[in-house]
């Protein structure tokens, strides 16, 4: 190979080469493929204005330069708000409330133009917000903590109205824990204290009544028993009765001394 041929060769090489490279870097500077992931959805923006059309998941091609994609999530996100409200008795209620929520995929395009990226903190915070306190004004403080259920069923409605919009769709929704202020939680524990006292010292009244009512059941039996025997005396003779009772309770033997003019037991001279 002559040197005018190999230099040719060169030179082709190089150009091959460098077309390569200038495809490649046309590919990565004007990349006319968008990939939308899985549980995911693109918005077309042409020149910046937001198209009708949304992308659905797979590959997609683009016009270059003119054309962009915005990726947008649309599985269920949880979202966690820590909101402040006042209840019926005036009371201060720090509560956490858990969101789980979703953006609608067939209007990903119009949330993004028409509240953009940080709607989180533009539509959903401040909602939470408003149905926190819409729903703990309704109740005392000791019925948030009594009808917690009924509290999370009415919140759900309040953020509901709000949120179950055409952008957003509310999944599942919880109020994590309640919180109230030292003053007030120190009275409900005096309270449960005093209650608890109260209820020891009815079931102590009730224990002294009932041990009143057996003496006084005891002593009624009693003298049932003696007015029974009384008339039983009466009825078989009197005296007579009460000497054969003690008759048949001897032993049989005489006493050893004797007091004077005194009479031998059991033995009536007169008879």
Do not use: C
């Not at 079931?203 to 003696?226: D, G, M, R, S, Y």
Request: net charge negative.
């Amino acid at each position: 190979m002559s040197n005018e041929e190999f230099n040719r060769w060169i030179l082709s090489k190089a150009k091959l080469i460098l077309t390569i490279v200038a495809v490649v870097l046309l590919i990565t500077v004007f990349n006319p493929f968008v990939t939308v992931g899985s549980g995911e959805r693109g918005i077309i923006k042409t020149w910046g204005a937001v198209s009708d059309n949304v992308l659905g998941e797979g590959l997609h091609t683009i016009t270059p330069i003119s054309q962009s994609v915005q990726i947008i999530d649309i599985r269920t996100t949880k979202h966690e708000v820590k909101a402040q409200a006042y209840s019926k008795d005036l009371q201060t209620v720090d509560m956490t409330i858990a969101l789980n929520y979703h953006p609608k995929a067939e209007t990903v395009n119009k949330l993004f133009q028409e509240i953009g990226m940080d709607y989180e903190t533009r539509i959903i915070d401040p909602a939470i917000q408003e149905a926190a306190k819409a729903t703990v004004a309704q109740f005392t403080a000791q019925e948030l903590v009594e009808q917690r259920a009924k509290v999370k069923d009415e919140t759900k409605n309040q953020l509901t109205q709000r949120l179950n919009n055409k952008f957003l769709v509310i999944d599942d929704f919880s109020i994590v824990n309640f919180d109230f202020s030292d003053i007030y939680e120190k009275a409900i524990e005096q309270k449960q204290v005093a209650q608890q006292d109260a209820l020891k010292a009815e079931n102590k009244l009730k224990q002294v009544q009932f041990e009143a009512e057996q003496i006084v059941a005891t002593a009624k039996a009693n003298a049932e028993a003696i007015r029974i025997s009384s008339e039983a005396i009466t009825q078989q003779g009197g005296k007579d009765y009460v000497q054969l009772q003690a008759i048949q309770k001897w032993d049989g033997k005489l006493p050893s001394s004797m007091i004077p003019n005194a009479v031998v037991p059991f033995i009536d001279l007169n008879k």
